[in-house]
């Protein structure tokens, strides 16, 4: 007999190789029903699979955790069988799942295209109601390997031959077709439910390689039920609305040409938004007592070598062709430049923390098929920041990097804010004592800010933990954006050091810090965010003065110019064309003020404000109208410190 432990600690015993099923149907008919799965020990496994020693278990059903990545799982194998049933000779590769769905890579002679989701979708849910139960088989690898071979599947025979010698070959069926996979899977079909939907196909190269086979992909999206389908499905049309790729052309920021892929033309309103950011970021870096700096953007392989960059990156670095006889590198990352200002004079103790920063251009390689508008680019800006510390002071000045970030993205509109804590890699540099230090002093810098953090087990940096803060935008949508992390490693292997309070050299710990990110990506997060319909303050074109006949044109431009003069971007609009046609168009391009002028505006010296988004439009005085939108069009930290000023006033 063995000790089946249940979630609320209670215990039963069983003969060996008693099932998940089993136990189910011992306890309730009604959960034997409900069960698609069970956890043994923390491992997912299949209900069917025995048991052969005590354990702790936990039984899986569709309201639990785990039940969307297996509905999604059996989802893909349901979309194979009923893709090589309508297209006979298609080769099935892959199909994992992933975030909010699942896609399976093809491979035939005719690609995919949209018009054969339907069909697609029509057989799977034929196969879905035929309920054909999961079965599990375990191989041999010769087996499996003529099998796939018999069948014309090479892919499969490939994959046969990746799997490790110390793991089994698993093999998956569902009534007569059957793949090869790990799984593990539900109890039958019919588990996978009518709340799916295929939702795009795209190319994909076998593993990745641009030099093997090209697949077609298929996307798809699965859910419990119809209702979190129907959620799911709103939220991508409204990301569809949002994206700022469309968004930047309306609005004309910026665009993308083949002569320079991956990397940003800024428009006139683009670069303006941009500088924007700069400018917010400078005043409040200032403000936290770093120094903005500047370093090159190609400097010699070597030091990448050094700092240990050439090894980790060398396939995402872009070297430039040398006339000399030196090999040089476009600068990937900061962090190297930032410590060779670091080193150039003396530094004592008294001059830590010690902290730079850099709007610094790097260029990174991204293959051609995952560049994604401002998302996914070759060229970017960070803003980025390093800060020299000894040991003692990781976790104050850790707790301030995070006040700082949250206080930032705060001012952006992005409140909801959650925190991941990584700690040490397999592979990684360092004593443990060392990684003991730097995890314990994060640590206590997290508990000191009271917000809620989760662990994003094994995968801090090489050289030391991390956090990453992850910003919920305006439909749910989830965006990594700040980091910071502990290094013990690269101040040593470039010769930083500082003398200490016993006037001896020590290496300095550097904090390495960047808030938004990347400025374009932040860029693309904020026109998603607000679709467009940017905040006054952050808005590259925040007024547009449009006359409703010529006669106005003189009053027009004085407007524009009064609100100019009170720091606003405006212009005025005196084309000849009728008043709804001129409003139209601005509002398509999300100018979120329009001041409207006539001749009884111009003879009152009012104007008609119409808002972006509103239909309601009202007649003001133009000196109360300039002054109120100038006060809204401050930044937050600048209307804090009028605030603060003006308090200190009284």
């Not at 069960?35 to 025995?50: E, F, K, R």
């Not at 039984?59 to 990545?69: F, N, Y």
């Not at 010769?142 to 018999?150: N, P, S």
Request: proline share 4%.
């Amino acid at each position: 007999m063995i000790t089946i432990t249940l979630p609320d600690g209670a215990t039963r015993e069983y003969e060996a190789g008693v099932t998940g099923a089993d136990i189910a149907a011992s306890i309730s008919k009604s959960l034997a029903k409900k069960c698609i799965a069970m956890t043994v020990d923390g491992t997912l496994t299949d209900l069917s699979d025995p048991i052969e020693q005590d354990a702790a278990v936990r039984l899986v059903t569709r309201a639990d955790p785990e039940a969307l990545e297996l509905i999604r799982h059996d989802a893909a194998h349901v979309m194979a069988e009923a893709v090589q049933e309508l297209f006979p000779g298609t080769q099935v590769t892959i199909g994992p799942v992933i975030k909010d769905g699942f896609y399976y890579d093809f491979y035939r002679d005719t690609p995919f295209t949209t018009d054969d989701l339907g069909a697609i979708e029509a057989k799977m849910r034929k196969i879905i109601a035929a309920n054909a139960p999961f079965t599990k088989e375990v191989w041999t690898r010769d087996r499996a390997r003529e099998t796939f071979r018999q069948m014309g599947e090479g892919f499969k025979v490939e994959l046969v031959d990746a799997i490790p010698e110390d793991q089994t070959v698993k093999i998956y069926r569902q009534g007569d077709w059957f793949d090869l996979c790990r799984g593990p899977h539900m109890v039958s079909t019919n588990q996978v439910g009518d709340a799916f939907k295929l939702t795009k196909v795209a190319g994909a190269y076998w593993r990745g390689d641009s030099d093997r086979e090209v697949l077609s992909r298929i996307y798809g999206t699965a859910w419990r039920d119809k209702g979190e389908l129907d959620a799911h499905l709103h939220m991508l049309e409204e990301a569809e609305k949002r994206d700022h790729r469309r968004l930047g052309r309306e609005m004309s920021l910026f665009h993308f040409q083949e002569e320079a892929p991956g990397a940003v033309f800024w428009h006139k309103n683009g670069w303006r938004l941009f500088s924007t950011l700069i400018d917010y970021m400078r005043r409040r870096q200032e403000e936290a007592g770093y120094d903005e700096i500047n370093t090159p953007e190609m400097m010699d392989l070597t030091l990448w070598e050094a700092s240990g960059h050439a090894e980790k990156f060398r396939e995402a670095m872009y070297l430039a062709e040398p006339k000399d006889e030196r090999n040089y590198a476009i600068k990937p990352m900061n962090c190297p430049g930032h410590i060779q200002v670091f080193k150039n004079g003396l530094k004592s103790y008294r001059d830590l923390p010690h902290k730079v920063a850099e709007f610094g251009k790097v260029h990174r390689y991204e293959p051609s098929g995952a560049l994604h508008g401002l998302m996914r680019v070759r060229a970017f800006t960070q803003d980025d920041a390093h800060i020299f510390i000894t040991e003692d002071h990781i976790a104050d000045e850790s707790l301030k990097v995070n006040d700082l970030i949250l206080s930032i993205y705060s001012d952006f509109g992005f409140d909801d804010v959650s925190i991941k804590f990584s700690d040490r890699p397999e592979t990684r540099v360092g004593s443990d004592e060392v990684w003991d230090k730097s995890e314990a002093a994060l640590k206590d810098a997290l508990g000191r800010t009271g917000h809620e953090w989760t662990l994003n087990s094994g995968e801090g940096a090489f050289y030391g933990p991390k956090l990453e803060y992850t910003l919920r935008d305006a439909i749910g949508r989830e965006w990594q954006c700040g980091t910071l992390q502990v290094d013990f490693n690269m101040p040593g292997r470039l010769g930083a050091f500082f003398i200490g309070a016993d006037g001896e050299k020590h290496v300095p710990v550097m904090l390495h810090r960047a808030l938004f990110g990347s400025l374009e990506r932040f860029l693309g997060i904020l026109i998603e965010n607000y679709a467009g319909h940017l905040p006054l303050w952050l808005s590259p074109q925040q007024v547009v003065v449009a006359t409703i006949v010529s006669d106005v044109d003189e009053y027009a431009q004085k407007v524009a110019a009064r609100c100019r003069a009170a720091g606003l971007f405006a212009d005025a609009d005196l084309r000849n064309e009728k008043i709804n046609y001129k409003v139209r168009e601005h509002s398509a391009a999300k100018v979120p003020v329009i001041l409207v002028v006539g001749a009884r505006e111009a003879a009152e010296g009012t104007v008609n404000v119409r808002r972006l988004g509103s239909r309601d439009s009202i007649t003001r005085p133009l000196d109360e109208v300039i002054a109120e939108l100038a006060h809204e069009a401050l930044p937050p930290d600048l209307k804090r410190a009028q605030s603060a000023a003006a308090l200190a006033a009284e």
